[in-house]
């Protein structure tokens, strides 16, 4: 209705037809992608407001008021010209707008009388008041920030504190902290103590903390004594406390998150009525440099002046920064607070739940907090407590997920070491958040859309529910365990193996089948975005952020370790990297896996991971003869390569060769599989089979990287390439 209006004041105001046509496509355009052309600030897209998500938590109430603000100053303007526009429309011959602007308004006031003037008043006083107080929602209230600003500000941090990264710093050990969580008003309010110490050789003579300035910040002291200077615009803080090797010192704090103003994109949705998600990234003070708040892209990085991102990985930090947490946690009534740890205590204090949370050990210092009006699933499991924390309507997935994650904790933690925590909580979060599940030290974020919601009953589909689970659970050995250098290949050694994790998971759950499935859709994946990646591709253990290579690609390069080295020999290899003692990198990941290979695999190993290689398999031909002792003789012409960067690369190996009684690619699983040793060019297997295949398949379970150009336009045409009908 108010888009009509507008439409029509347009074509009222524009000289010409096909103008005021024109201008109206643009206001269409300029309301759903107006920030991707520069209108970003909210008054500047027409009726543009947050897109409120389906979520049985509801929405916001932030997301309602920036929503219902915004649409009640946008139905304003749409009134206000709808009733400009008649007085202002062309009559008779044509005059341009401002001649006639500037002679109806001369005629207005006796056209108008005096109740008309009065009540033309009012109406212009009310759109001034609700054009600013709308102004001063979106903008003040709101702090908003173009993006522009926002990379001004980072650059500008990055030149004023680059020179303290790499500087010692003391390093987090131990957290306590209260959170006291209020999500009618969607504010929180945060007190603790993070003990730090010194583990750096030389004396520290300058403490720096960062907290995120979108934080109120309510009080910050280091022993006691408040900050020699602080730098409000970057949330700077510095401490003249001297800390010799080995000393600690106690960092107080207390922040608060406040909802602010009003936005076209629902703002931050951490504390809310229902659904509250709220990370230690978000609210707790961090020492030192942030390099996360630094500008990446090499484009942006030239543009504003700043120094090409330099490619040698940090200096790694032998050991990793690990701490303790003891969480007490508060919510509103009703609700029920989740967070990492052993569940200490609960007891209800002025009508709100509270909770206390303890991890005995160590964690990576990272960690969720989520409450809202859950239900509680629980099974004990070889003593490890396993929860699901869920709505009450989402259910219907809840055992499936306790299944998996049971499952996960049996099958990896046999192959890479004991399940370290003794409890491990999945919590529901609402639809909307940008991934499908986050992994913390014994909690998963799962979110509503994609875990809780999604409707696993068609047998033929991948069983993405279990599939997720079991990534996240192998995240707590996989990042959680064992930790990263940081530098080119941490998401190789982080997401790659928690990937071979989900195929371990998978195999035990639904057999080798479904692991091929899932296999090849992750190849379909790496097909699919090496196509769309700009510059060369890097080795798989030197991967940064191509999610098409160290989930894509990577999962098909374990599959094949899988079948290369065996099961075993590869997890004892990997469980080997379970330190504790001092961070890993992809060349102890590389010593450890040549070392469990045997010889003739070792160079496999590296071609895979160190190089770009790939491989075109085919089956050319096929036959079938039956044998006099009642089996069958099949004879199958291979046609295999390996190319690197373009280049040949001799081929000898031992692939496999599955028989089919019906076409594969309709998901059917092999009757027999055949190791074939293979060589580059053409190679006849002979195969004896007891059962007369209709369909032969070179790599049926998708254990080499081959992407044949036709794939990446029909996956299916080289699917019917590599498996042919028998003759
Ligand atoms: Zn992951």
Redesign the pocket.
């Known amino acids: 209705m108010t888009k009509r209006d507008v439409l029509v004041a347009l074509q009222a105001l524009v000289p010409n037809r096909y103008v005021g046509l024109l201008a109206g496509a643009a206001l269409a355009v300029s309301m759903r992608r107006g920030a991707s052309i520069g209108l970003e600030h909210p008054m500047l897209r027409f009726a543009d407001g947050p897109v409120l998500p389906a979520s049985a938590f509801g929405p916001s109430a932030h997301a309602v008021a920036s929503f219902v603000g915004l649409m009640a100053f946008w139905a304003i303007v749409a009134g206000a010209l709808a009733v400009a526009a008649p007085a202002l429309a062309p009559r008779g011959p044509y005059e341009p707008l401002r001649q006639r602007v500037r002679q109806r308004v001369r005629q207005w006031p006796a056209r108008l009388g005096v109740g008309g003037r009065r009540r033309a008043l009012a109406v212009a006083g009310a759109a001034v008041v609700a054009g600013g107080w709308t102004l001063f929602q979106t903008t003040i209230a709101a702090d908003f920030e173009t993006a522009e600003a926002q990379l001004a500000w980072r650059a500008d941090y990055e030149r004023a504190y680059a020179r303290l990264d790499g500087a010692p710093e003391p390093r987090p050990v131990a957290l306590a902290a209260t959170v006291d969580l209020r999500p009618e008003a969607q504010e929180a309010d945060v007190a603790g103590t993070l003990r730090v110490v010194n583990r750096a050789a030389v004396p520290i003579d300058t403490v720096w903390v960062t907290v995120r300035r979108d934080l109120d910040l309510g009080a910050l002291t280091l022993d006691g004594v408040a900050p020699a200077r602080s730098d409000a615009r970057f949330g700077m803080h510095a401490f003249a406390r001297a800390l010799a090797p080995g000393d600690t010192a106690a960092l107080a704090f207390r922040v608060g998150v406040r909802s602010r103003g009003w936005s076209a994109d629902g703002g931050d949705r951490s504390v809310v009525g229902d659904g509250t998600y709220l990370t230690s990234m978000r609210v707790v003070p961090e020492v030192g440099y942030l390099s996360s708040y630094e500008v990446e892209d090499a484009r942006e990085r030239r543009r504003l002046g700043l120094p090409p991102k330099s490619e040698a990985p940090p200096e790694p930090a032998p050991v990793a920064t690990v701490m303790t947490l003891d969480l007490t946690v508060s919510t509103a009534p009703g609700q029920t607070p989740v967070a990492p740890g052993d569940l200490r205590q609960s007891w209800t204090e002025d009508g709100r739940p509270h909770a206390r949370f303890v991890t005995e050990a160590p964690v990576t210092p990272v960690f969720g907090i989520a409450s809202a009006r859950y239900e509680r699933h629980a099974v004990e499991h070889e003593g490890v407590t396993v929860e699901v924390y869920a709505h009450p309507d989402h259910g219907a997935n809840v055992p499936r997920m306790l299944h998996a994650a049971t499952t996960s904790l049996d099958v990896l933690g046999a192959a890479w070491g004991p399940y370290p925590h003794p409890t491990l909580r999945i919590a529901e979060v609402p639809a909307g958040w940008r991934f499908a599940a986050f992994?913390f030290p014994g909690l998963i974020a799962f979110t509503e859309d994609r875990g809780f919601l999604t409707d696993p009953s068609d047998a033929d589909r991948l069983d993405l529910i279990s599939r997720r689970v079991a990534?996240?659970v192998a995240?707590q050995w996989w990042?959680h365990t064992a930790r990263p250098t940081g530098g080119p290949g941490d998401v190789f050694l982080?997401?790659t193996m928690?990937k071979y994790g989900e195929q371990k998971v998978i195999r035990a759950l639904h057999g080798e089948g479904q692991v091929a499935r899932l296999v090849a859709y992750d190849r379909d994946r790496y097909a699919w975005g090496r196509a769309e990646a700009a510059g060369p591709e890097p080795p798989l253990a030197a991967v940064v952020d191509q999610p098409h290579l160290y989930y894509g690609k990577g999962a098909v390069v374990m599959n094949g370790l899988h079948g290369l080295l065996g099961e075993g020999t590869l997890d004892q290899a990997l469980a080997s990297l379970m330190r504790t003692d001092r961070r890993i990198s992809p060349d102890d990941w590389r010593e450890a896996i040549r070392a469990a290979a045997p010889p003739e695999a070792r160079a496999l190993v590296d071609d895979w991971t160190r190089r770009v290689v790939l491989y075109e398999l085919a089956v050319e031909r096929a036959t079938v003869v039956p044998r006099a002792d009642g089996r069958f003789d099949v004879s199958v012409a291979l046609h295999a390569a390996r190319t690197e960067g373009g280049r040949s690369l001799p081929l000898h190996e031992v692939l496999e060769v599955g028989l089919y009684d019906a076409d594969p690619t309709g998901g059917s699983a092999p009757l027999a599989v055949h190791a074939v040793r293979v060589r580059t060019g053409s190679t006849v297997a002979q195969i004896v089979s007891d059962v007369r295949p209709a369909f032969v398949a070179v790599d049926p379970f998708v254990r080499r990287v081959d992407v044949d150009p036709s794939d990446q336009v029909a996956p299916s045409g080289r699917e019917r390439r590599r498996s042919t009908p028998c003759a």
């Open positions: 992994a990534h996240e995240h990042g982080v997401e928690a």
